[in-house]
């Protein structure tokens, strides 16, 4: 059974960071693409960035939102994904998804999140 | 950035409906949009894929269709677990951008 299990969120000051981690489990975690997704509340979902597997040299996507500011990892080893969230503002308050590649644009695994507020 | 324009914003409608969710892009991106079901608490779901294809186990009566720049969502006979939130993504041009959604409700 594949899982997805997010960690690292909570309550930070603006201008402050964050690491957020994604434990995968139940498929070969280094032979796919991972998405870091949020969701404001009440808005839509906001794509962040992702990064390829080993075989395509881990390059990155952001959106330029965050570009700059965030920045995505993996460790193929521990099965984890990462993203590092510095510079943070009020309006990165979100729940923060990560989500499994099948291919370009379907994430057919999703975390259940977890929540960030940035806020004093 | 490509927008989406999602329409109608929410929707109600009743048991075995036929019902039609529409995503319109400001540019041209092939078939490259997938389709999100979003319910409370729960991470979003995949409906559909590049366009037209059906996501892993997702029931026959959802089917997604293309028609230029305007893709549809289409369910054959509405379900009372179809209440949700739907939201298309285009992934054909960086950043890949998300639709404002559409309520799905029942009548």
């Not at chain 1, 981690?21 to 979902?45: E, H, L, N, V």
């Not at chain 1, 990892?73 to 009020?90: E, F």
């Not at chain 2, 293309?66 to 289409?74: Q, V």
């Amino acid at each position: 059974e594949v899982k997805l299990l997010e960690s690292g969120g909570g309550l930070v000051q603006p201008g402050g960071s964050l690491r957020l981690s994604c434990a995968a489990s139940g498929f070969t975690f280094a032979d796919f693409y991972m998405s870091w997704i949020r969701q404001s509340p009440g808005k839509a979902p906001e794509w962040l960035s992702f990064i390829r597997n080993k075989a395509n040299s881990y390059t990155t996507e952001y959106n330029p939102s965050v570009k700059g500011r965030f920045t995505i990892s993996r460790d193929d080893t521990q099965n984890v994904l990462y993203l590092q969230m510095n510079t943070l503002r009020a309006e990165d308050t979100a729940i923060y998804y990560c989500a499994k590649h099948r291919l370009r644009g379907y994430f057919d695994y999703w975390g259940q999140g977890v929540m960030v507020t940035v806020s004093s | 950035d490509i927008q989406l324009t999602q329409s109608p914003s929410s929707m109600s409608a009743s048991l075995g409906d036929r019902v039609s969710l529409t995503c319109q892009s400001s540019q041209g991106i092939g078939n490259y949009l997938s389709w999100y079901q979003h319910k409370p608490g729960k991470p979003p779901k995949p409906m559909i894929y590049y366009a037209t294809n059906l996501a892993d186990g997702v029931p026959s009566r959802f089917s997604g269709s293309r028609s230029g720049s305007d893709y549809s969502l289409t369910i054959s006979s509405l379900e009372s677990e179809d209440t949700a939130i739907y939201y298309c993504l285009q992934y054909d041009e960086y950043p890949w951008t998300f639709g404002g959604g559409t309520k799905l409700e029942l009548k």
